[in-house]
Nanobody, 121 residues
Framework: QAQPVESGGGWVQPGGSLRLSCAAS????????MGWFRQAPEREREFVAA????????YYEDFAKGRFTISRDNAKKMIYLQMNNLKPEDTAVYYC??????????????WGQGTQVTVSS
């Protein structure tokens, strides 16, 4: 399977917005729940949000609720993460991946290369 390809990262001031995009292969997109994860410097990679394969319903980590919106475009095989009201602590490399959940813990597989998001003034 081809790895997902992320784009849309960059530098933004606190309170600003960014929209991340993830291009997935047909096989990946059609057979997996997809998610966004992030890794800040010197921290472990963490789950951000996922969008279910079955019905497109979203699921968010607590810090993302109310600020981030995940969506998928079935025609384009794309997954998006709209991020609003960004904070310095959102600074991280953001990854798109196949997502699964077990006992309340989300895990990713088949990672993309990531896209850097930097929030600072």
């Amino acid at each position: 399977q081809a790895q997902p390809v992320e784009s849309g990262g960059g530098w933004v001031q606190p309170g600003g917005s960014l929209r991340l995009s993830c291009a997935a292969s047909e096989q990946t997109y059609s057979t997996h729940t997809m998610g966004w994860f992030r890794q800040a410097p010197e921290r472990e990679r963490e789950f951000v949000a996922a969008v279910w394969l079955s019905d497109g319903a979203p699921y968010y980590e607590d810090f993302a609720k109310g600020r981030f919106t995940i969506s998928r475009d079935n025609a384009k095989k794309m997954i998006y993460l709209q991020m609003n009201n960004l904070k310095p602590e959102d600074t991280a490399v953001y990854y798109c991946a196949q997502a699964s959940v077990s006992r309340g813990v989300w895990r990713g597989d088949h990672w993309g290369q990531g896209t850097q998001v930097t929030v600072s003034s």
